[in-house]
């Protein structure tokens, strides 16, 4: 419960992984596979849909 306090489940772009990084290195290799995005939602933390549109938006802006 503490993890989930501190934020473990953060949307992407709200926690500390370095997304834009992350995309940088792939494309720096030619990668083109898929890419796996995760996202729970615990009770409390709001609507999964909300956080599933939220979490595109995202990867949408960084170029996905």
Partial sequence: FEAVRQ?????????CVDFPAVLSWLRARAYHGYITVEQDVLPGMGSPKASAMRNRDYLTALGL
């Fill in 7 to 15: 934020g473990i489940f953060c949307e992407l772009g709200k926690g």
